[in-house]
């Protein structure tokens, strides 16, 4: 436990040079190249969206259904993953195009954009992997540490994780509402009413055109239509969900208190970064369909910067934390989730017992990361 | 979010009252019943793209078909002299017919990034192959006018918001005219020398409907004079106008106090006047007394980066803040910091760029005056910062 227990101040503040130093060095790089590969990556998920859409209109061949969900559910990802949930970090800003940035951009999933970068680029990329303030799944709905106290209800965590999975995106858009805090009246129930007629607004859209209207005009392949549709919508669910698990919750990744937070500086926010984050080996197409989340380590060290950007500086991140000592966790898809799935299970049950308080630094120079 | 059928109808009464209040009601009918299906269908496809709209896929096919943005296509780049190049672009749907003079707003991606300018039309609307004409002059530490002229290539789309200025002549025009350019300043004037010659010529040129102009252009040499031939020509052809050239590398700068010579009635003459600020300045000083007969284009930016303490920096629709200089304008500050900033001339004159100010006082940097009220609508191109800062972008 504790890596950076070992570490003494300046190696931090050397270790958060060093990763200021790559940051500044690829952001100043950025270019056309990076532009053309967002744009090519837009481009290429609409056509296979209209290509999937297409092919489901003769969905009643089996081969056509096959194909055509496959394809729509393949865009959905890359629509959510590499695109939506990088453009919406601001990672492509620095173009300047109005249709792909930050503040304009609408996802194709039910939270809307506005809400979910608050609960995800303000509160989760801020306090990663902090017990009781990193909302990030699991540590309001599942017990994803033992230093959270055990409750009965958590016995049935590996089923409820599992439905979880199939309704993600609606679990997320609920999860951004931030419910728990209403009765402490931290959070006014008009704020609440407002952010869920929003939520409504998108549930209603994605149901009209995905059970709806693609469906009808379909005709007689209504039910392949709508089928097919539910079946990209839940795969992507359950891929976003495997993906997000991975990235915080499988062996080695790092959990931290609000008190080691205190006077946190740059060095040791980066270190916090990266412990309580997971990456997963793999190739290319599985960083692509991970959005780059396979990544997991750099994209939390650098939440804005391109995430085409993230297979390039690994090998140097990885080299750095090398020589600094400190733990750079990854492994395979299939470790990682089988890691994940352990955890959930084990922590079903009261235990085990903390040995050590996890000894890592932190808190802000937040504003930062904002 | 959401053009419905509402918007369609909505738009199309628009157009049925507009058209009809030209007492074109038969064209009016059809173009409203056209807005209104469009509109219409736009909005019953929507729902089959959200959350995109259906434009976001037209434009995989065609990028000029993209309804909410205007843009336009590069067709041809032509070198008008060793650092000056007219491009010819075709403008997507959309495009409103610009009066000679006008400038336009153009957003290129240089690396990746978006940089807006404003360029005057080098050409007289309604070119028969549809297309319009900028000409664009590379200055040295000009990141977007160097790439234009050096680097752009046919194909290549860019963003355009539609014409824009006032630097236009009046109808009819006034009977005795005179320009004063230098430079690329030529650019607007040439424009308007083909609005007023050419479509007489058309009609047989038997009745010029100008009676007289002067044209004054400095240059540094023959060779930088653009569009040098095709004035002389025009020259030539017609004898109601008449250019004066000044070499100003040999012959040295035109002074107001030159006028009286190569002009003799130039205070009878309504002017218009084009190019570096501080010919424009020796122009409206020289003019002092009779300046309903001047009209003035800037096209250069001239920014004193005379500043003060500046402050915090809060953008309020974007949720970023940012510490701006006393010399940086806002726009650059906003820029750096992430916001997607409307902009245009940046040096204050096209008006692309106003946010409303929320809080807080700027310092217009070309005066050096420091204004601002809440709801005062600011140039950020040209204001910065005084101490804190909030505005509505």
Do not use: K
């Given at each position: 436990m504790a890596t950076t227990a070992r570490l003494s101040h300046a190696d931090v503040e050397e270790f958060g040079r060093e990763l200021d130093r790559i940051r500044d060095e690829i952001l100043a790089s950025l270019g056309k190249k990076d532009a053309q590969y967002i744009r090519g990556v837009i481009a290429a998920q609409r056509k296979l969206e209209l290509g999937g859409r297409v092919l489901l209109f003769a969905s009643w061949l089996p081969p056509a259904w096959v194909a055509g969900t496959a394809a729509l559910a393949t865009a959905k990802i890359l629509e959510n993953m590499e695109i939506g949930h990088n453009v919406l970090h601001g990672q492509w800003d620095w173009m300047r195009d109005p249709k792909i940035h930050s503040t304009t951009w609408e996802s194709d999933i039910v939270s809307p954009s506005a809400q979910w970068k608050h609960s995800h680029n303000v509160v989760h990329h801020t306090w990663t992997n902090v017990l009781g303030k990193d909302r990030d799944l699991g540590y309001t709905l599942l017990r994803v540490s033992p230093g959270q106290r055990w409750h009965p209800v958590y016995l049935l965590q590996p089923i409820y994780n599992v439905l979880l999975a199939l309704v993600f995106e609606y679990g997320i858009a609920l999860y951004d509402l931030e419910v728990e805090r209403i009765p402490a009246g931290d959070k006014s129930l008009k704020e609440t009413s407002t952010q869920l007629r929003a939520i409504a607004g998108k549930v209603r859209r994605q149901i009209v055109k995905d059970y709806l209207a693609f469906p009808l005009l379909a005709g007689p392949g209504f039910v392949p239509v709508l089928l097919a549709n539910l079946t990209a919508n839940l795969t992507r669910n359950v891929w976003a969900h495997t993906i997000i698990f991975c990235g915080h919750f499988p062996e080695g990744a790092e959990v931290f208190t609000e008190e080691q937070l205190e006077g946190e500086t740059r060095g040791e926010w980066y270190v916090?970064?990266?412990?309580?984050?997971?990456?997963?080996?793999?190739?290319?197409?599985?960083?692509?369909?991970?959005?780059?989340?396979?990544?997991?380590i750099e994209h939390h060290l650098f939440p804005d910067m391109p995430s085409n950007r993230y297979a390039e500086i690994a090998p140097r991140i990885r080299a750095l934390c090398e020589r600094f000592g400190l733990s750079y966790t990854s492994g395979s898809l299939a470790r990682q989730t089988g890691s994940v799935y352990k955890r959930i299970l084990r922590l079903a049950f009261?235990?085990?017992?903390?040995?050590?308080e996890p000894a890592a630094p932190p808190a802000p120079d937040l504003q930062a990361v904002i | 979010m959401g053009a419905g059928p509402i918007d369609g109808w909505d738009r199309a009464v628009d157009v049925l009252v507009a058209e009809a209040s030209h007492g074109r009601f038969w064209a009016a009918s059809g173009a409203a019943v056209e807005s209104a299906v469009l509109g219409g269908l736009v909005g019953a496809v929507r729902w089959l793209t959200t959350?995109?709209?259906?434009?976001d896929y037209l434009s995989l096919v065609n990028p000029l078909w993209c309804g909410r943005e205007l843009r336009g296509r590069i067709e041809a780049i032509h070198a008008e002299t060793a650092d000056a190049a007219t491009l010819v672009i075709r403008p997507g749907r959309g495009w409103i017919p610009h009066k000679p003079g006008q400038w336009v707003r153009i957003g290129v991606d240089i690396e990746g990034a978006r940089h807006w300018r404003t360029y005057s039309l080098s050409g007289p609307p309604g070119r028969p192959d549809g297309c319009i004409t900028i000409t664009v002059k590379a200055v040295p530490d000009g990141l977007v006018s160097r790439h234009l002229v050096r680097q752009a290539a046919p194909g290549t789309i860019v963003e355009l918001a539609g014409p824009d200025g006032s630097f236009v002549l009046p109808e009819p025009p006034p009977r005795r005219l005179l320009f004063l350019t230098a430079g690329s300043g030529i650019t607007p004037v040439r424009a308007m020398l083909h609005g007023l010659l050419t479509p007489a010529a058309a009609r047989g040129g038997a009745k010029p409907r100008v009676a007289d102009v002067v044209l004054l252009h400095s240059a540094p040499t023959s060779a930088d004079v653009i569009f040098g031939a095709e004035l002389r020509a025009l020259t030539a052809r017609f004898p109601n106008l008449r250019l004066y050239e000044r070499h100003t590398r040999t012959e040295g700068r035109l002074r107001p106090g030159d006028l009286p010579d190569l002009c003799p009635d130039w205070a009878e003459r309504t002017a218009w006047v084009c190019g570096p600020a501080g010919m424009l300045q020796e122009a409206e000083e020289h003019w002092a007394g009779s300046l309903d007969r001047l009209h003035v284009e800037h096209f250069r930016p001239v920014l004193p980066r005379a500043g003060g303490e500046g402050g915090r920096v809060r953008f309020t629709k974007s949720g970023r803040e940012t510490d701006a200089e006393g010399g940086t304008p806002l726009l650059i500050a906003g820029e750096d910091a992430g916001?997607?900033?409307?902009?245009?001339?940046?040096?204050?004159i096209c008006h692309s760029c106003v946010g409303r100010l929320t809080s807080g006082q700027v310092r217009d940097l070309r005066t050096g005056q420091i204004h601002g009220e809440a709801g005062d609508l600011v140039q950020t191109c040209v204001s910065a910062a005084v101490g804190p800062v909030e505005i509505e972008l």
């Open positions: 916090r970064q990266l412990l309580g984050s997971c990456n997963i080996d793999g190739g290319r197409l599985l960083h692509l369909m991970s959005g780059n989340l396979s990544h997991q009261p235990g085990p017992r903390q040995h050590a | 959350p995109l709209f259906p434009e916001v997607l900033m409307p902009s245009g001339c940046r040096m204050g």
